[in-house]
């Protein structure tokens, strides 16, 4: 077997097996395959497709090439939760240490902005000091200690997806069901989740512009949380506009802030209570969902999820005066406010089109390579 015929034949519309996907993977992960033949295949991938079969292999490859973490420590089921992408999501900033402090541990490992769509840990980075890569062993520690941890993928989980994540943001492959779909369930099988709640975003900031394609992928994720033993719920949430009104990884931050304080904006205040309320069901601690919005709702009010923000970037590293003194956060070099000629009403902002802009300003990477900008910030209000 070679990379060349593998290439050749998803060039020519055909169904690749088992052993040719794992052949891919784990030369791309070990490096015997270079970043050139893999982003043929990506690309070939991009326009033939795969079958849900050809999916199912990948993720499983993807998932396989390192490390798999035992959070069986924990003594509890962990429930996680992942969004497919979208512009101004800062909801796992606001959801996880609400669910945190209501009992349920967060072991989460976030990712990078792809594409135009911004990423957690980029956010993270925009508070001094926060460390977002740690080994193993301070993950679990982190959780059995405060109860939550937010992280970078470590080198040895799903190291394949780390790879072709970076590979399919340089070369445009960021939208398509397959990849998307094997890069997170890859991650969530290998990081030891046990429940997973999906934020399957739908619309102009999303990479599924029509509810048709969001919905076939969130039926292909629960197929694979299935065959993984990992139950899964996805939830459909709309993405034809920004999340909020900030948009900008520490701009995003102080918006998180602001939330916990009990300042939400509708559109994140229904994601959060939304995704919130399903992962707390996951975890055994509510199945009625209305009871357990104001379960979440109560957390913000009386401030223990802000309190458990603040613990968390405390301990891990980060700067907490920050997060009590927002006006410290690094201001962006030019401000350009936009004035409308008119006097009116906002009806409609077009998500991808902000996410684009942002991403150009640097809060995201053109090359695998580019350091992120973290005060390159957009606002609307
Ligand atoms: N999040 C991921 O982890 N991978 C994707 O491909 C898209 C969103």
Redo the contacts with the bound molecule.
Sequence with gaps: MNIQEIIIKKRDKKELSKEEIEFFVQGYTKGTITDYQAAALIMAIYINGMNEQEIVDLTMAMANSGDRIDLSKLETAIVDK????GVGDKITLIVSPLLASLGVPIAKMS?KG?GY?GGTIDKLQSIPGYRVEIEEEEFIQNIQKIGISLISQTKSIAPA?KKI?AL?DAISC?DHIA??AS??MS?KIASGADKIVLDVTVGSGA?MKEKESAEKLANIMIQIGKLAGKETVCILTNMNQPLGYAVGNSLEVIEAVQCLKGDLPNDVKEVVLEIGSYMLKLAGKGNNINENKEKLKKAIEDGSGFEKLKELVKNQGGDISYLEDMNKFKKAEYILPVISEKTGIVTKLDAEKIGTISCKLGAGREKKEDKIDESVRNCFK
């Excluded at 992942?82 to 992408?85: F, I, M, N, Q």
Aim: without cysteine.
């Design positions: 992942h969004s497919t992408g990712g792809l769509t997806d994540y399919r960021t990849l998307i890069s997170i991650k990479f």
